[in-house]
């Protein structure tokens, strides 16, 4: 069935373009390279797997609550609203807003993917670009994992939503290749290892724990990568250059941290929008939330050198400062951890005769 007639709101067929401006850069020297960045090039071909093999897609989530999340993850719930919803009323609202949140994991995805091919032809070194090149693959591969989750699983998808578009045309139309490694690989990817990290810890259905465990296993490379080869570069700035970034930083930052409201939800749904907005904003759930999406930004846009006084008053003005001590090398190690550990699982299930979640321990 085509992906257009599983939006539950009108998008449009015929696509989003804008002009990327890229500027295509060779490099004769083939030799040289950086050791941490080619240890990733060579971790990067290692761990390269298949969607259509790695995860179970036979097994059926439950129509009504599709990643398995408890109601307490609903920031309407338990208020006056949530009491008087039926169960028919309830199981829609569940079902919008996780397919509201896979779509836009899947259009982040995709926005990855265009990015990262751009740095292969962007970035000015060699070892940059081999290690791009893998992560085209990853990213393609995500795209795949979470369209089938969301076509097959789900049945129900919704459009990228303005906050996130904005981002990706930003990214990408910038032609200085540092400006889409800000985008993607320390912004948006290292939102998405905080966003993945809660429906992997908090989901009970075990194909959406594995989908998103496979993917930030991916994704913990991506932001080392960006870590990298930015800390190299940004050294090297004006300081008018790196006021630019820093600037744009706190700008993406508050517009990540705004972007989660699921208006779009409510306005298909007819729930009224603005009582409903006020109220995730004001939830306790939901106030934790948006302060763990950014556990890898902040230590990781420190360790760039992005740390002007613009920066971290942002940073305080959204009470996620305190995250500027975390180690970004450990919590990274400790994202692509989760995967191996499934994996064992699952080879214990094989050799065991147990079926898809089955525990090691059991």
């Not at 599709?66 to 208020?79: F, K, V």
């Not at 994992?145 to 981002?167: C, E, N, Q, W």
């Not at 902040?298 to 002007?308: H, Y």
Request: glycine residues 6%.
């Amino acid at each position: 069935m085509s992906t257009a007639q599983h939006y539950a709101i009108p998008v449009a067929e015929t696509g989003w373009t804008f002009d990327g401006r890229s500027e295509v850069q060779f490099t004769w020297e083939y030799d040289e390279g950086r050791a941490a960045l080619l240890g990733l090039y060579d971790k990067g071909k290692k761990q390269q797997w298949d969607a259509a093999e790695r995860l179970d897609w036979s097994h059926e989530v439950d129509w009504e609550n599709p990643m398995a999340l408890p109601d307490q993850q609903i920031p309407i719930y338990g208020t006056p609203i949530w009491e008087k919803m039926s169960g028919k009323e309830r199981a829609e609202l569940r079902r919008h807003l996780q397919a509201h949140t896979i779509s836009q994991f899947l259009h982040g995805e995709q926005g990855a993917l265009i990015a990262t091919s751009k740095i292969v032809m962007t970035v000015p070194d060699a070892d940059s670009k081999f290690y791009a090149a893998t992560q085209v693959m990853d990213e393609a591969r995500h795209v795949e994992a979470f369209s089938r989750l969301l076509h097959d699983k789900v049945g129900l998808a919704y459009p990228i939503t303005s906050g996130l578009r904005t981002l990706l045309e930003q990214g990408l139309s910038d032609s200085r290749w540092d400006m889409t490694y800000l985008t993607m690989q320390i912004l948006i990817e290292g939102l998405a290892l905080a966003a993945f990290q809660r429906n992997r810890d908090v989901s009970g259905d075990p194909l959406v724990q594995a989908v998103h465990a496979y993917v930030m296993q991916d994704e913990a490379r991506h932001v080392a990568f960006g870590r990298l080869a930015l800390r190299d570069y940004y050294p090297q700035l004006t300081e008018a250059e790196r006021a630019e970034r820093e600037e744009f930083v706190v700008e993406a930052c508050y517009h990540m941290r705004d972007r989660f409201s699921q208006r779009e939800v409510f306005e298909n749904l007819g729930m009224d929008q603005e009582t409903l907005l006020d109220m995730f904003r004001g939830s306790e759930v939901m106030q934790q939330f948006r302060a763990r999406l950014f556990t890898r930004i902040v230590p990781t846009v420190k360790d760039i050198g992005l740390w002007g006084e613009k920066v971290r008053n942002a940073y305080a003005d959204m009470g996620v400062l305190d995250y500027a001590d975390f180690d970004a090398e450990e919590l990274l190690a400790a994202d692509a951890k989760v995967a191996e550990d499934l994996d064992a699982q699952a080879f214990v299930a094989r050799e065991t005769g147990k079926g898809l979640g089955a525990s090691a321990a059991e």
